[in-house]
């Protein structure tokens, strides 16, 4: 199988940069064909602007969504935006790896998206009718296709728990993996987060090590978040809210997603505090200023 890791974090000497190494090594002595992106490494231009368009006349206006269109349809994209996007076609899961900085990920990522996620590519596609609106949370250019984030926090467990003050990590990452993942077509697995990023030592890393190779091991196999389609016939046309009927009771991200059901895998993470792997329950559990 072919995996993108698309990989931010500055310091190579980092944990982060540790187990991007390891997570490498891992796939490829299974057998697997991996790519990286690198974004710091790349100096990657995380701006989204006019020069994206490499048929943009000097002062013309800048219209982010056509002209972002325009040049995916036209072969007019830049030439790195290009590169990116052939990786994810390429690719049949996708790894994103990042430190969780203020509660998402590092603006470098964020911009990587905005720039390959183009008009056409990542959105815009399909037909809207009163039965369809595009093909998109569930369907699109990505279906059929995995992903997985890697986080790292410096935050306690604990403060991402359904009562901690930072709030449950599954609504932490959900603009992530709802959003930026699903919206495309990935199927999304289950993050593997990894809290208290400043206690991991020489000591204890390879117990997080293990724990993120049996995840890599299981990529193929892990059953993914189970998001409800928009398509799918839970929501309404072209509202776009969910029939009265479904989760009537339940509102914010969790209704969006459906029922766990037996056998299906919960979110991995490795706390310090408790010195052991965790299964969390339902899809998972970040630091507002780690820098691990």
Do not use: C
Request: hydrophobic share 35%.
């Amino acid at each position: 199988m072919n995996v993108l890791l698309v990989y931010a974090h500055p310091e190579p000497k980092s944990l982060n940069g540790s187990l991007k190494d390891f997570t490498v090594k891992r796939l490829q002595d299974a057998g697997h064909t991996v790519q990286v992106s690198d974004l710091y490494a790349m100096k990657w231009k995380a701006v989204l602007d006019a020069d994206d368009s490499l048929a943009k006349e000097p002062g013309e206006r800048f219209y982010p969504s056509r002209d972002s269109k325009h040049a995916f349809e036209n072969g007019l994209q830049s030439k790195d935006i290009e590169l990116e996007q052939e990786k994810l076609m390429w690719a049949d899961a996708v790894i994103l790896q990042f430190p969780l900085w203020w509660f998402t990920m590092p603006a470098i990522l964020k911009g990587w998206v905005e720039r390959v996620y183009a008009y056409g590519f990542a959105y815009g596609v399909g037909e809207h009718s009163d039965a369809r609106w595009g093909e998109r949370y569930g369907e699109g250019r990505l279906a059929g296709k995995r992903a997985m984030l890697v986080v790292t926090t410096g935050g306690w467990e604990s403060h991402y728990s359904p009562r901690g003050i930072n709030g449950p990590m599954d609504d932490v990452l959900f603009p992530i993996q709802h959003g930026i993942l699903y919206y495309p077509g990935f199927d999304v697995l289950p993050p593997f987060v990894i809290y208290r990023t400043s206690r991991i030592d020489e000591t204890n890393y390879p117990a997080v090590q293990d724990a993120l190779g049996q995840r890599l091991d299981n990529l193929w196999t892990t059953a993914p978040i189970p998001f409800r389609a928009q398509n799918g016939g839970a929501y309404t046309i072209p509202e776009l809210t969910l029939r009265a009927d479904i989760a009537p009771d339940q509102v914010g991200f969790g209704a969006h997603v459906e029922p766990q059901r037996d056998g299906d895998a919960a979110g991995s993470s490795y706390s310090i505090s408790a010195g052991r792997r965790a299964s969390v329950a339902h899809y998972t559990s970040p630091s507002r200023t780690d820098r691990s």
